[in-house]
């Protein structure tokens, strides 16, 4: 997927200033190498409009992956793993799920005994093996005769409690599954863009970036996903591997002057032309002046998504709109 504006490379930039600055390049003081790093600086000034919008798969290990090197804000990212099956195990709420039976062992009194003719005395029973019988209930005594409790002894009694464990709930999916990304804004620097899907997706699996020196890697609930990523990359030739920048003269503009700046200031630094103060002042103006110009018209909305916003503004208040409106 492309980036807003056309990227070409550097050379033809790099060729105008060398031939602008004539003298420092045929005394060999103009080292172009140098301007890399100033042009990956001015793109991070620019915004994702200067960056380009790539895709990759990663597979991750024991929770963990290192991301691409070019990455430098996430769009989106999706599960896309070839088990299409996932059991997830349900946390223990405050309410308890069991199953409770009582098993008692009673006997009945002579007075309610089988045949019996005249009743015992008090706490006395008849323990005859015929007049002794189980009572399964839950909580409750199964009565089979006339008798009350008050005419029972129990002997025994067993209580078990069977509690149910929950087995989990499986979650099966055909398409690929958006992520939860737990990065909070407030915690760093930025890992996505504002409008990042992932931090309002409802999915439980959830992802975070972190960086370590100047390496960033990506971390999973699962153990080893299959992660499918849609990222703004820094500006590259697959070829060569050197950065490339925006056909907009806007921006190679500013890029210009910033890099005729940037050489002129380590000069003065360097003390190898003393001369060059009022340059650098010179310099340093028109590359404020233009450089502001270009973040101004990289914020500008293409011609596509200022239709579109417009649509959305007309939607949202389509309901106000009189009914014999000639608008489109």
């Known amino acids: 997927m492309a980036a807003q504006y056309n990227l070409v490379p550097t050379d033809q930039l790099f ?44 597979t991750l290990e024991n929770y963990k992956a290192a991301l691409p090197c070019n990455f430098y804000l996430l769009d989106s990212a999706w599960l896309c793993d070839s088990n299409p099956a996932a059991t997830q195990s349900i946390i223990q709420s405050n309410f308890i799920m069991y199953n409770q039976t009582t098993n008692e062992l009673i006997s009945q009194k002579n007075a309610c005994g089988i045949g019996g003719s005249s009743p015992c005395g008090e706490g006395a029973c008849n323990t005859s093996v015929d007049n002794i019988r189980n009572v399964i209930s839950n909580g409750l005594i199964i009565q089979s005769t006339p008798c009350n409790n008050n005419n029972e002894n129990v002997l025994e009694k067993v ?55 100047f390496n960033k890697f990506i971390h999973s609930t699962l153990e080893e996903p299959i992660i499918y990523l849609k990222y703004y990359a820094y500006p590259e030739d697959p070829e060569t591997g050197l950065p490339l920048i925006p056909e907009e003269p806007i921006i190679q503009r500013a890029i210009e002057f910033h890099l005729m700046h940037y050489f002129f200031y380590m000069a ?11 340059k650098v002042a010179d310099l340093e103006l028109k590359r404020d002046k233009y450089l502001t110009e270009a973040i101004n018209y990289s914020k500008m909305p293409s011609f596509n998504k200022a239709i ?21």
């Open 159 to 213: 209580t078990v409690r069977e509690y149910l464990i929950p087995e989990g709930r499986t979650i099966t999916w055909r398409n690929a599954v958006m992520l939860k990304l737990r990065n909070k804004k407030t915690l760093g620097s930025d890992v996505c863009t504002k409008d990042c899907k992932n931090l309002f997706a409802k999915g439980i699996d959830e992802i975070s970036i972190t960086q370590q020196g």
């Open 268 to 278: 003065w630094l360097d003390g190898t032309d003393v001369n060059i103060e009022r």
């Open 308 to 328: 579109e916003m417009a649509r959305k503004v007309r939607k949202k208040f389509a309901a106000y709109e009189l009914l014999n409106s000639k608008h489109i």
């Open 15 to 58: 060729a105008k200033i060398e031939d602008q600055l004539n003298s420092y390049t045929t005394n060999g003081l103009l080292d172009s190498g140098r301007f890399f790093s100033e042009v990956k600086l001015i793109i991070n000034k620019l915004g994702i409009a200067a960056y380009d919008m790539t895709e990759a798969i990663v």
